[in-house]
């Protein structure tokens, strides 16, 4: 039973919301363009620093937002000027070098009074106006089996937020891949000389997607700082790696793949994780242990799920297989 609770509040967590709002970021560029960009946690990075950074600063939320937004729309430009010209694998470690280097840039000591350095900023230098507008009480508040607090941190009022995002971003998804602008970005994805050879400039719709995608990741960004900290190494290379797996788990080029993806990859991991915990005895696998083991499960689960069903659990092999 308290596996079943745990696997439901990861369901409507937060973190599951910023982990879909990125993976439908990605989607606009994979999915939809082809364009294989293994920098998402970076853009994701400029978002929390650019929303916490004003907040502290005593900016408004909608200058936060805005702030982070442009940060991520500056990022997409700068990093897709000279590189989506290039294809496949070099523009994959392009991406990732450059989600790199702004991890390790906010990082730096040198910027410590602005970004925090390794240490980050904390939450409660910036949370507060967001969390003071909660309809909830200041409190626990249960509905059902699940409790949450009211306002603070990983709260029902982000959950509400968080999924609002989702629900936004999945109608925008599905409207402009059904529009003229996204037929002309899948065929820029199935074959991008056919398009050009049309008078289609393919270049500039590589750019558009690239920085719709990367400001979506800039606010999935916002939603994991709210429900957390700012922390640059939460940023690293596994994250761009989780969110992929999240949207080939889900169906790359669906409008709800990414989020279903999201779903089940935490609720998978909840349910690993306790499965284990309650099985195994702690003489052999202690609870430090027991992290590292659910995730290679789940790992595991993930990859012959891409061997087998290559399109994703709602995709269409007709239209789009990663190995294709």
Not at 17 to 33: K, P, Q, S, V
Not at 259 to 274: D, E, P, R, T
Request: proline residues 4%; contains cysteine.
């Amino acid at each position: 039973m308290d596996i079943l609770v745990s696997i439901l509040r990861e369901a409507i967590a937060p973190t599951t919301a910023a982990f879909a709002l990125a993976a439908i970021g990605l989607n606009f560029h994979f999915g939809m363009t082809g364009l294989l960009n293994m920098g998402q946690a970076g853009f994701m990075l400029l978002g929390m620093y650019g929303y916490a950074i004003t907040a502290r600063e005593g900016g408004p939320i909608w200058l936060g937002v805005l702030v982070a937004i442009a940060l991520a729309v500056v990022f997409a430009v700068v990093l897709g000027w000279p590189t989506l010209k290039l294809r496949g694998d070099y523009l994959a470690i392009v991406t990732i070098a450059a989600a790199e280097m702004i991890r390790y840039v906010g990082r730096s000591q040198n910027l410590n009074s602005l970004t925090g350095a390794s240490t980050g900023i904390r939450g409660n230098e910036f949370k507060g106006s967001f969390e003071m507008l909660s309809p909830f009480p200041d409190r626990m508040v249960e509905f059902g089996p699940i409790a949450l607090h009211g306002s603070q941190s990983t709260s029902w009022w982000l959950a509400l937020v968080g999924w609002s995002l989702v629900g936004l971003m999945v109608l925008l998804f599905w409207r402009l891949s059904r529009s003229p602008w996204g037929r002309v970005l899948k065929g820029v994805r199935e074959d991008e000389d056919a398009v050009r050879s049309l008078g289609k400039n393919v270049y500039s719709y590589k750019m558009q997607a690239l920085v719709i995608g990367g400001a979506i990741g800039a606010i999935a960004g916002i939603v994991w700082a709210l429900g957390a900290s700012v922390q640059p190494d939460s940023m690293g290379r596994p994250t761009t790696f989780w969110i992929w797996t999240l949207l080939l788990l889900g169906g790359a080029a669906t409008v709800f793949g990414p989020v279903l993806g999201s779903i089940l990859f935490w609720c998978a991991l909840v349910f690993v994780k306790g499965v284990a915990s309650a099985v195994i005895p702690d003489t052999i696998l202690n609870t430090q242990q027991l992290e590292p083991f659910s995730l290679t499960l789940v790992g595991v689960t993930l990859m012959c799920l891409v061997i087998f069903r290559p399109q994703g659990i709602l995709g269409d092999k007709k239209e789009l297989a990663f190995h294709d």
